[in-house]
T-cell receptor
Framework: DGGITQSPKYLFRKEGQNVTLSCEQNLNHDAMYWYRQDPGQGLRLIYYSQIVNDFQKGDIAEGYSVSREKKESFPLTVTSAQKNPTAFYLC????????????FGQGTRLTVV | GESVGLHLPTLSVQEGDNSIINCAYSNSASDYFIWYKQESGKGPQFIIDIRSNMDKRQGQRVTVLLNKTVKHLSLQIAATQPGDSAVYFCAENYAGTASKLTFGTGTRLQVTL
């Protein structure tokens, strides 16, 4: 089955630690995205990548980092510099841009303890 | 499930009735719009999209209406079913930022039996 997979579904982190969220897609999509979702708010763009080895900051990139070494994979690292990391993180992919249908993963719920 | 949209506006509809979910968008330059459905604890799922050269687009049991004059978008769901219960987001995009979708805050649809 083609799709986009995020892991883990739930993640707990101690304050001061970095943590990496996984996102893999087998849709052969060029573009991949990371969004953050907080209660009562819509999705906000953290980072996006339109092609391998290239990525751009979104609206709330501070405290996050990404890499795009392979077309299928777009991991997100939440660093200790992120002041309020507890949130629901969503990865998405699309053929080439957000002007076509994008497919979302099932999300990772990150909680700082 | 995830604590998505704790304080979202809520629309309650009886099973079998039609639902109308409204969305006001912000950017007059936006020319591409999408509706997503998000069930608790899951990632958003594409429902239907529309480009600004259209006023109306129909899918299976869903219709999207676009009024560019007042920057308003609506999603109509015919014969609402319990499985339609979810949070619905509209998102906008314009060609100048092809990779960036701006999401609304969402509306929770509750279908009563």
């Amino acid at each position: 089955d083609g799709g986009i997979t995020q892991s883990p579904k739930y993640l707990f982190r101690k304050e001061g630690q970095n943590v990496t969220l996984s996102c893999e897609q087998n849709l052969n999509h060029d573009a991949m995205y990371w969004y953050r979702q907080d209660p009562g708010q819509g999705l906000r763009l953290i980072y996006y990548s339109q092609i391998v080895n290239d990525f751009q900051k979104g609206d709330i990139a501070e405290g996050y980092s990404v890499s795009r070494e392979k077309k299928e994979s777009f991991p997100l690292t939440v660093t200790s510099a992120q002041k309020n990391p507890t949130a629901f993180y969503l990865c998405a992919s699309s053929l080439d841009s957000m002007r076509t249908e994008a497919f979302f993963g099932q999300g990772t719920r990150l909680t700082v303890v | 499930g995830e604590s998505v949209g704790l304080h979202l506006p809520t629309l309650s509809v009886q099973e079998g009735d039609n639902s109308i979910i409204n969305c006001a968008y912000s950017n007059s330059a936006s020319d591409y719009f999408i509706w997503y459905k998000q069930e608790s604890g899951k990632g958003p799922q594409f429902i239907i999209d529309i480009r600004s050269n259209m006023d109306k687009r129909q899918g299976q049991r869903v219709t999207v209406l676009l009024n560019k004059t007042v920057k308003h978008l609506s999603l109509q769901i015919a014969a609402t079913q319990p499985g339609d219960s979810a949070v619905y987001f509209c998102a906008e995009n314009y060609a100048g930022t092809a990779s960036k979708l701006t999401f609304g805050t969402g509306t929770r649809l509750q279908v009563t039996l």
